[in-house]
């Protein structure tokens, strides 16, 4: 396994792989690696010759008051996992690299970076979209892997992908979670003992909405009543949002209407960690 | 010579020619092509084996008030004179395929794109950031050749590419001029004759200008109030701005300080025909 921290030397040694016919994936990670964006390596490995697993924390994809200082690092076992994985390359470049001047120009997204995660981090679908775009371009992947964990952050970079014309092949895995049910993420080593078993609530709460609008619920509103209720009363979670959106527009849905599936989101604070999930819920049309 | 109007088909004859080992040049172009439009092209044929020509008028960067609908086209006489100048392929798309649904994902810039240029049409260069990001993306360059005539968007462009680090090199030609010194511009044909022969007044205002600063002015306020002089006399020209920045990073300048070279731009309005024209100015340091 090799490790690049350079941009250029990235970008001539892309341009060597596709020159010998080899396909390359790219996997986006911040890094403090789980199984979560193990499995997207995995996917990597299906659709391409050449993993490349790119580690930046991306300081521009944070607001001055969120963990960008605190954010869980650790290389070394970063690497090893990486290379018992099978990634060919790891590109970790430093901020001084990927910034080296005030930048002026970014990739920014309309409507859909201003709700759900947008409305609570107003400026970090900007910072992703545009360290996505430079990772493409220094990466020069065939193929992108992105988890469904980060829902939006994946349909707003498919959305990048074909309004900016991108040649790259968008694959979004699914959610891994812990035996209960949690969602992995880097920030769950954030939470305390207790609210470490409190916030599977969520993952919970996402299957009582996929049993009511299985049973036939076509009212959000109610389906999101009920999720609320389930959290406060099973834990001390504060809630930022409970969402349905159309999964290939991502605009709100208030009533099943025609839709098969309707993608539910949420988001909520477990003392100071603050975590996300999502699931697809199936709509009955009996 | 080859005609591409395919997306997908522009992108794997790129591909093609990369792995053959070509080094291939965007010249990007709303069309109605110049001898201003050719002298890039002689350019991309000095730096590279193949010249793409891209003949797109690009909607989204036009205001709704503005000339779009009227904009010249002729892609007949374009197609022969690419021909006859050495371009391989022209790449011309429809809007339906350069934006078959409603955009949500720009390349924007702050800062420089809402000065100047940006102040008079707040919207033209995040649509002609955004297009340029498409069609590199397309056509995928390894140089791109850019006029001088339209400073701002050239230093935009740059800014995008360092920025983004889309793995490009960009090159910018100088203006090229008719005999009585009017900068070439496809906007020229909508001139009356009157308008046509006052237009060159642009042209004398910034060699005015650059006498004046030879000549060891400076307080660009004052270079600035001669040329508007000069002008108003001479023409029924009416000026939108007459700017002075530095030309690394495109802000406004007022004194020379230690800068020994800077950059003079101008818009004006003769009739219904919108002009602009710049020069650079070297400061004198006697």
């Given at each position: 396994m090799k490790i690049i921290s350079d941009i250029f030397k990235m970008q001539r040694t892309a341009d060597d792989l596709r020159a010998s016919g080899k396909k390359i994936a790219l996997v986006p990670t911040m890094g403090y690696l789980h199984e979560g964006h193990l499995s997207l390596v995995d996917e990597a490995k299906k659709n391409a010759d050449v993993v490349v697993l790119s580690i930046y924390v991306n300081p521009s994809q944070f607001a001055p008051h969120e963990d960008l200082s605190t954010y869980p690092r650790d290389f070394a076992r970063d690497s090893k996992l990486a290379e018992a994985r099978g990634v060919d390359i790891i590109f970790a470049p430093e901020d001084k690299v990927m910034y080296?001047?005030?930048?002026?120009?970014f990739v920014e997204t309309e409507e859909v970076s201003h709700i759900l995660e947008g409305e609570f981090r107003p400026t970090h679908f900007k910072g992703v979209a545009s360290v996505v775009a430079k990772l493409f371009n220094i990466v020069k992947p065939h193929v992108a892997v992105f988890g469904q964990k980060d829902a939006q952050q994946a349909f707003i970079i498919r959305r990048m992908v074909s309004d900016l014309n991108f040649d790259v092949s968008m694959i979004v895995a699914p959610i891994v979670r812990e035996e209960d049910g949690l969602a992995l993420s880097s920030?769950?080593?954030?939470?305390s003992e207790e609210n470490r078993k409190e916030a599977t609530v969520l993952y919970r709460s996402l299957n009582l909405a996929q049993q009511i609008v299985r049973d036939g619920e076509r009212q959000f509103t109610r389906v999101r009543s009920e999720m609320l209720r389930h959290i406060t009363a099973e834990s001390q979670g504060k809630i930022d949002y409970i969402s349905f959106v159309?999964?290939?527009?991502f605009t709100r849905v208030e009533e099943a209407g025609a839709l098969k599936r309707v993608l539910a989101l949420l988001a909520a604070r477990f003392g100071r960690t603050r975590l996300i999930d999502n699931m697809f819920l199936e709509v009955s049309h009996k």
């Open positions: 080296p001047e005030k930048e002026l120009v920030r769950n080593v954030y939470l159309n999964p290939d527009t």
